[in-house]
């Protein structure tokens, strides 16, 4: 069994074979202190690292985020396994979707039709498997509809199944998974043929949401609407997002979007390039901001949130060496980081478990290092209030944040370059006194670190190539943020999130004041 670092408890010290880790505090005159982390080479070959001096420097109040921003696709052969129950528990996650293929599955006959129109037994990830897990795990769930065959009474079955036959509630009913690459829409699942090629236009998708609304409440009137699970978010599918909200907004709960954006990528693609994806314009993070602008300016008077209904690095192709090893932990986690920054109202990552080893868990049921992200970082990440921060001097590819609530602070690093480290320094005012936990993650460990230390004054410490490093403490152990109590802002939407986008809230009071973030940790976050 795993063992997943808690928040504040010390694991056993830990060693990966041929890895020597050596964890330095010095205390200089009560004043400044050096946290170097030094990765000893393993296998023979490895270079030593590079580290170059930069700084970081905590602005104003950019977000209020609670935890339910994290939410995880559970797409699982093995959802009942109690190891899997005990290893999603440990992320920390309880925003849960369902992972089966709605579109094509009658779940009420447990069968499932092929593009030829053929009905099988389904044996996968159904309803009363998710709901075991969910229920164990205490999440709030989504589940989908079949949307494809344009069958409001099909949904209304669906519903009556899922809260009447197995006594369910789930937080979401979802219509609509990826509506712009469906071929069979209107189509009943016995007379699905390969050669159909009937795709719903964005208003003939929203008038069809608009059936299913009707259909849902008919059988539960109190039903929350996810309107949509598109393939992309604006600009590409603005016009979806725009005849959705013009017509059905005022019934829609939440509309969401899906995100890959290294796609499948390009034979010989290097890192590098692999990491540059997260600069990706029309995907996100970067992307978030104007999908919100499309689906307020379609319906300002909606308080429809904005989810990223699936996300991950890329759909696998070239790039499934990257998002099934190592550098998928600091891609998500930067993505996500990013997410945080913007606001953003919800992110899924896709997925638990879907196969092969991609996902939080390989085939084997064992986690791989994206899940760390979670069940580590995310999960001990002091929340709600997020404040900008800004990493100056240092190589491109790093992201950083602060955060904290009325009794823990903490700052998060993620470095995606992948030949350069830093040496990283506390502005003034910005510095660790007290106790603290310091967590950190890199390409030549197997599973993070989680020290616990008396800092005295801490002012440096070192961020590996691809590392991810994260202090957390006691607010007595941090300066500079002015501390609050986990209330809302007002024009509060969706609790217990805030409104999405640039944050109305006031800023904190900080030292020294915000200041224009770099390109490496990418300027256009609000502030």
């Known amino acids: 069994m795993i063992r997943v670092p808690r928040r504040r408890r010390a694991p056993p010290p830990f060693w990966s074979p041929g890895l020597v880790i050596v964890l330095v505090l010095a205390t200089v005159l009560a004043a400044a202190a050096v946290l170097v982390v030094v990765l000893a080479p393993g296998p023979p070959g490895l270079p030593p690292y590079t580290y170059v001096n930069a700084t970081l420097t905590i602005g104003g109040t950019s977000a209020f985020e609670d935890h339910d921003y994290f939410s995880l696709n559970t797409a699982s052969p093995e959802l009942n396994d109690p190891q899997v129950g005990s290893l999603v528990t440990a992320t920390g996650i309880v925003d849960e979707n369902s992972g089966y293929p709605a579109e094509s599955v009658n779940q009420s006959a447990n069968l499932q039709y092929s593009d030829t129109g053929t009905a099988t037994p389904y044996t996968g990830e159904n309803d009363s498997k998710f709901i075991a897990l969910c229920e164990e795990v205490h999440c709030r769930a989504s589940l989908p509809l079949p949307g494809e065959i344009d069958d409001p009474g099909a949904a209304a079955v669906t519903v009556r199944y899922v809260e009447h036959t197995l006594g369910f509630d789930p937080a979401y009913w979802e219509v609509g998974n990826e509506p712009a690459s469906w071929t069979h829409f209107g189509i009943p699942w016995d007379q699905w043929r390969p050669t159909d090629h009937s795709t719903p236009t964005p208003l003939q998708f929203a008038q069809m949401v608009q059936r299913y609304v009707l259909a849902v409440r008919s059988v539960d009137p109190a039903a929350q609407i996810l309107g949509?699970?598109?393939?992309?978010?604006?600009?590409?599918?603005?016009?979806?997002?725009?005849?959705?909200?013009?017509?059905?907004?005022?019934?829609?709960s939440a509309v969401a979007y899906h995100s890959y954006p290294g796609g499948v990528g390009t034979p010989g693609e290097s890192l590098s390039e692999f990491f540059a994806t997260l600069s990706q314009p029309g995907s996100f993070p970067l992307n978030y901001p104007?999908?919100?602008?499309?689906?307020?300016?379609?319906?300002?008077?909606?308080?429809?949130?904005?989810?990223?209904?699936?996300y991950n690095s890329a759909r696998l192709g070239n790039l499934t060496a990257y998002a099934s090893g190592y550098p998928e932990a600091p891609y998500i986690a930067a993505g996500l980081l990013e997410g945080l920054e913007e606001n953003a109202s919800q992110v899924t990552f896709y997925g638990l478990q879907p196969g092969g080893a991609t996902g939080l868990l390989d085939s084997?049921?064992?986690?791989?290092?994206?899940?760390?992200?979670?069940?580590?970082?995310?999960?001990?990440?002091?929340?709600?209030?997020?404040?900008?921060?800004?990493?100056?001097?240092?190589?491109?590819?790093?992201?950083?944040?602060?955060?904290?609530?009325?009794?823990?602070?903490?700052?998060?690093?993620v470095n995606t370059n992948t030949a350069v480290g830093l040496n990283l320094s506390f502005a003034p005012g910005a510095a660790w006194n007290g106790t603290a936990e310091v967590y950190l993650f890199g390409p030549r460990l197997s599973q993070p670190t989680a020290?616990?230390?008396?800092?005295?004054?801490?002012?440096?410490?070192?961020?590996?190539?691809?590392?991810i490093l994260m202090i957390d403490g006691p607010s007595g152990s941090f300066g500079p943020l002015t501390l609050r109590s986990h209330v809302a802002p007002s024009g509060q939407i969706g609790a217990p999130h805030a409104v999405e986008g640039p944050f109305p809230g006031p800023a904190a009071t900080v030292v020294p004041a915000g200041g224009v973030r770099t390109a490496a940790s990418r300027s256009r976050d609000v502030s």
């Open 451 to 467: 020290v616990p230390m008396t800092l005295a004054g801490l002012s440096k410490v070192q961020v590996p190539p691809e590392g």
């Open 290 to 310: 104007l999908t919100l602008s499309t689906v307020r300016s379609a319906c300002a008077s909606c308080a429809t949130r904005l989810f990223v209904g699936e």
């Open 228 to 252: 949509i699970q598109s393939d992309a978010g604006s600009p590409s599918r603005a016009d979806w997002f725009t005849s959705l909200m013009q017509i059905d907004g005022p019934n829609l």
């Open 364 to 413: 084997n049921g064992d986690p791989l290092p994206v899940y760390y992200d979670y069940a580590t970082f995310f999960r001990n990440l002091a929340l709600p209030w997020i404040e900008t921060a800004t990493v100056t001097g240092g190589p491109s590819g790093v992201y950083a944040l602060a955060s904290h609530n009325s009794s823990q602070v903490s700052e998060l690093v």
